[in-house]
């Protein structure tokens, strides 16, 4: 165990991932045959540049990358069909940088796309006082296990890019737009400032996503960890006087943990509706009529599907849910309609 030097520490470059966690708490390196846990924070070293050229900032700033740089990441695995698979090594060695918004582990496959992941030597874990692993948990929401104070709108789709966060956001400036104080939430995925930026961009007026319930990515994190972790999310933005959430639940319904959240009773208690993205109609159809099945409230199909015409007329043809057009996403009066069958908390409007 080392000091970490104030002055090192600020000449680092420090990813989003880790923005919960204060300065004055990264205290200590420690090194040797530790395993890390996901979520603990690791001082690296840029060893080679591959795809991620540049590292998210707790401000969002993408700064560049160059060998030699210091960086400052949190420890997580990464499922991302367009990117990369990686998993928490069991160890100290070299391993990568898989995600620009500051996880590190080891890549085991990627997209032929990419050239391959940016390789880090880590320094060593980042350290408390009491020369213990910092590690994002230790600075998440606190427990929030009360009735719902929020109406809550989840939005599931078929994959990465098939628009979720593009309708979530829509649907955030349709509610803002309504006179209704929205909060947002991605509550699955990989720690990332840009969704959050958009979703501020878009009218809402609280942000929050899964590392500030503790996790630099969810997966490989199990079912009920989720549910409370998206329970923790939409308590607070209650807390923060919304009286309306959009939730945006990565990747697609065949994702192992998305499709645990889908078919958890306990969190579709949470919800007041759902809505369903998709790049195309026969996806859009399948997950519609998936998560009807399933019990959930489908109030509407969207995604980059509406980009056409003739996809929009497939997919209402066959879906059984009305699609919906970014413009309709955004009417207020949309909004005021998907909210007359739910009972709204005082919060909103007020």
């Known amino acids: ?144 296990n009360g009735p719902m104070p929020v109406c809550v709108f989840a939005v599931f789709g078929t994959a990465m890019n098939a628009g979720k966060t593009t309708t979530a956001a829509a649907l955030v400036k349709g509610f803002a737009e309504a006179g209704c104080r929205v909060g947002a939430a991605k509550v699955t995925g990989t720690g990332a400032g840009g969704d959050l930026w958009l979703m501020r961009d878009f009218g809402a007026a609280e942000v929050l996503d899964f590392t500030d319930a503790g996790f630099p990515t969810t997966f490989r994190t199990d079912q009920q960890a989720l549910v409370q972790a998206s329970r923790n999310l939409v308590g607070a933005l209650g807390a923060r006087g919304c009286g309306v959430a959009v939730i945006e639940i990565a990747d697609g319904l065949f994702q192992e943990e998305t499709a645990a959240l889908a078919a958890s009773p306990d969190f579709r208690s949470l919800l007041s509706g759902t809505f369903f993205a998709a790049g195309d109609a026969m996806g859009a159809v399948a997950g519609a009529r998936h998560l009807a099945d399933l019990g959930h409230t489908v109030l509407g199909i969207s995604g980059a599907l509406t980009r056409s015409p003739l996809a929009i007329r497939e997919a209402e043809a066959m879906a059984g849910a009305p699609v919906h057009t970014l413009c309709d996403l955004v009417n207020p009066a949309s909004a005021a309609r998907w909210l007359s069958g739910t009972q709204m908390p005082a919060a909103v409007g007020e």
């Not at 880590?122 to 230790?138: A, E, I, K």
């Open 1 to 144: 165990m080392e000091i970490l030097d104030g002055d090192r520490l600020l000449k680092a470059k420090r990813a989003f991932s880790t923005r919960r966690v204060p300065e004055n708490a990264m205290k200590t390196l420690l090194g040797g045959s530790r395993s890390p846990r996901p979520g603990d924070l690791v001082l690296a070293r840029v060893k080679a540049i591959g795809s991620h050229k540049r590292i998210e900032l707790p401000t969002g700033r993408r700064a560049i990358l160059f060998a030699g740089d210091e960086i400052v990441l949190a420890y997580g695995n990464r499922y991302a069909p367009d990117q990369y698979e990686a998993y928490v090594p069991e160890d100290l060695d070299a391993c990568h940088m898989v995600a620009a918004g500051g996880i590190a582990a080891r890549a085991s496959a990627w997209h032929d796309r990419l050239s391959g992941p940016t390789e880090i030597e880590p320094l060593g874990l980042v350290g408390n006082g009491d020369g213990q692993p910092v590690n994002l948990m230790d600075f998440a929401l606190p427990a929030f």
